[in-house]
């Protein structure tokens, strides 16, 4: 079946300006996480949103982070006012459950590089 | 303190044979996953293999095996019959359940290079 795809799959930007990074979780996964891959910080952990319930926010770098996700099933990552720090490769991934063991495994996607200039 | 340590930068291994990657975990969590997975150059995370705390025996999915040593904390990637496609960064990750995050952390990541 069909992965997670990511999309655009490049985004080159100015500093200042917004961005929105788009995530289509493998169908029937309930569970959906955002990351980041930079240089210097390695993977980090971004935002992780479950059903309907309140999305885990708590690696969101500031406030200039934002995301949602619709209908439980695609997830847009937006970046307000970028600055050349948030330049790295911004991950999604999904899983099909959660409540622990394999069925938690995380599948990602091919990411989007971001650049801003 | 880090909560997931590869201490192997790089590594170079001959095709065809096995080559072991390091990690080792902190967490006090009685409840946890381990995971491995394989980031080639094209940059997609690919997934590998798991291991859950309270699995008795260590994981295997075809030429990857885990080799879990939970007194020691530790979660080594053990790869059989390297071949040149192995070429890639590993990355050791652990999902906590005690806290109810979801999310997983991440070691730095292993570059391994297979050699003909």
């Known amino acids: 079946g069909a992965g997670v795809s990511q999309s655009p799959s490049n985004k080159v930007t100015e500093k200042g300006k917004d961005v929105e990074l788009r995530c289509d979780p493998i169908?029937?996964?309930?569970?959906l996480y955002w990351y980041r891959q930079s240089l210097g910080q390695g993977l980090e952990f971004l935002i992780y949103?479950?059903?309907?319930?309140?999305?885990?926010k708590s690696g969101l770098p500031s406030d200039r982070f934002s995301a949602e996700r619709t209908g439980g099933s695609v997830s847009t990552l937006t970046i307000q006012r970028t600055q050349q720090e948030d330049s790295a490769v911004y991950l999604c991934?999904?899983?099909?459950?959660?409540?622990?063991?394999?069925?938690?495994?995380?599948?990602f996607g091919p990411g989007t590089r971001l650049l801003v200039l | 303190a880090q909560k997931i340590t590869q201490t192997q930068p790089g590594m170079f291994v001959q095709e065809k044979e096995a080559v072991t990657l390091d990690c080792t975990y902190d967490?006090?969590?009685?409840?946890?996953?381990l995971f491995w997975y394989k980031q080639p150059s094209s940059g997609e995370m690919i997934f590998l293999i798991y291991?859950?705390?309270?699995?008795?025996q260590n994981a295997t999915e075809g030429r990857y095996s885990l080799n879990f040593q939970k007194a020691r904390k530790s979660a080594n990637l053990v790869i059989s019959a390297s071949q040149l496609g192995d070429s890639a960064m590993y990355f050791c990750?652990?999902?906590?359940?005690?806290?109810?995050?979801?999310?997983?952390?991440f070691g730095s990541g292993t570059r391994l290079q297979v050699q003909p």
């Open positions: 967490t006090s969590d009685q409840s946890y996953g």
């Open positions: 991934a999904s899983s099909p459950r959660v409540g622990g063991g394999a069925g938690e495994t995380q599948y």
């Open positions: 291991q859950g705390s309270y699995d008795e």
């Open positions: 169908s029937g996964h309930t569970a």
């Open positions: 949103f479950q059903g309907n319930s309140a999305p885990d």
């Open positions: 990750a652990m999902r906590e359940s005690g806290t109810g995050r979801r999310a997983l952390t």
